[in-house]
């Protein structure tokens, strides 16, 4: 049986600089191909690091980036979940609207779109994001969707703006939630 593979979408908000370490090398210890695509500002942090090139290496694929030319294969294998981690507020709210403007939101508004595929989602937002005026119809149409949504006070409590810098991300839950929408 062929490994089950990871989409994993990142946006820049912070914990992206940890996917490597954090979500891409525990998923591939679990048995998983992990296959990733950036939006193109997490693509240019993710660059500005070098770890662009070093998730390039560990998972033997390439980044993705921007969309691939009509007719050309995709360089990434058949996707078995995806996670969008981390999401930003804007990420969230426009896979809720299905605001395909990038590669990174086209394949996961697919995804939602098609209900094939299971989509976990953690929302990186801090409590001024939460209060937006429309924050919770976006999260509400992506949960009526049947997108898994990795938040709440037990997962992530919610901070004010520049108010907990270096705050992990909840890692564990994050891959407890991957794992089990792939089983569903």
């Not at 660059?47 to 007719?71: H, M």
């Not at 149409?141 to 049947?146: E, F, K, Q, V, Y």
């Given at each position: 049986m062929a490994a089950p ?122 409590a001024a994001h939460a ?54």
């Open positions: 593979v990871l989409g994993l979408v990142g946006s820049a908000a912070g914990g992206l600089e940890e996917i490597l370490p954090k979500l891409v090398e525990p998923m591939i210890e679990r048995g998983w191909r992990v296959a990733v695509t950036l939006t193109p500002t997490a693509a240019t942090w993710l660059k500005a690091t070098g770890d662009f090139d070093k998730i390039e290496q560990v998972t033997g694929l390439p980044v993705r980036v921007k969309p691939r030319l009509p007719g050309e294969e995709s360089p990434h294998p058949k996707i078995d979940c995806y996670a969008v981690v981390p999401a930003t507020s804007n990420t969230v709210g426009k896979l809720a609207l299905g605001l395909a403007d990038n590669q990174a939101l086209t394949q996961v508004c697919e995804a939602i779109g098609g209900g094939t595929v299971p989509v976990v989602v953690f929302p990186r937002i801090n209060r937006q005026p429309s924050w919770d119809s976006h999260t509400s149409a992506l949960t009526r969707a049947g997108v898994h949504l990795v938040m709440g006070d037990d997962v992530w409590p919610l901070h004010e703006p520049r108010s907990a810098p270096g705050k992990q991300l909840p890692w564990d839950a994050i891959i407890d939630a991957i794992v089990s929408a792939a089983q569903r």
